[in-house]
């Protein structure tokens, strides 16, 4: 599957948002990737739906959502009415994964999973038949600028088999740590989405460090 870059608005000027998500969209961002964090499920707090509306009137670059809550099925639909594209929920943050996933579909958005570092790959497999993507977090979910976690190449590579074995259509996301000296290697074991936060909104040049990191992914 061709590679996609999200970058991630925790990252970027909130000051000059517009400024900085036009940057990023002019050097090619396939999707701005939104951080939502409830200060239960995660220590800190991040935006809400109102985020997704104002980037609506910025861009048309599709948006993600990655649902860091502890009650991702109160907020689901006011994402996806507010023009969110794909949500990530958690496996780990709801007592009915399947019935959260199961809403985003009904509610006519592409639905994806997250699992944090600690979470069995095989955990995925009973969901596989609504899934679109299946983002691994290669950090410890909260809080933005933290170091790619080693052992998460082994893990992407897992997904990616257990996926093409399953169900290859769905694509295997990264978040945390993404960088343009080990992207080419997160390429090679098998991640096909991309999440990059401040290696991108915290450069000099926000066009063109997206231009770098889309050149690197094209011929990794």
């Known amino acids: 599957m061709r590679p996609m870059l999200a970058p991630s608005i925790l990252s970027a000027n909130f000051a000059n948002l517009e400024a900085d998500i ?85 509610l006519g958005g592409k639905a994806g999973i997250t699992l944090n570092p600690g979470s069995p790959i095989s955990n995925v497999l009973p969901l596989l038949d609504l899934l679109d993507s299946v983002m691994l977090m290669s950090v410890c979910p909260g809080f933005g600028g933290q170091s790619f976690i080693p052992s998460s190449m082994a893990r992407i590579t897992e997904l990616r088999q257990l996926l093409d074995e399953h169900k290859p259509s769905v694509r295997v996301a990264i978040d945390g740590g993404v960088r343009k000296d080990n992207v080419a290697a997160i390429r090679r074991a098998g991640a096909d989405f991309f999440i990059a936060g401040s290696a991108v909104f915290r450069t000099e040049n926000i066009e063109q460090t997206v231009k770098d990191f889309k050149k690197i992914l094209e011929s990794a």
Not at 82 to 93: C, K, M, Q, R, S
């Open 22 to 106: 036009k940057a990023a969209e002019k050097g090619g961002a396939d999707y701005f990737h939104l951080d939502i964090m409830d200060g239960h499920f995660v220590p800190n707090i991040s935006y809400g739906p109102m985020i997704a509306k104002t980037m609506r009137g910025i861009t048309d670059v599709p948006l993600d959502a990655h649902l860091m809550i502890t009650n991702p099925r109160e907020y689901i639909p006011k994402f996806l009415d507010a023009g969110v594209e794909l949500i990530y929920p958690h496996i780990e943050a709801t007592y009915d994964v399947y019935r959260t996933v199961q809403l985003i579909k009904d």
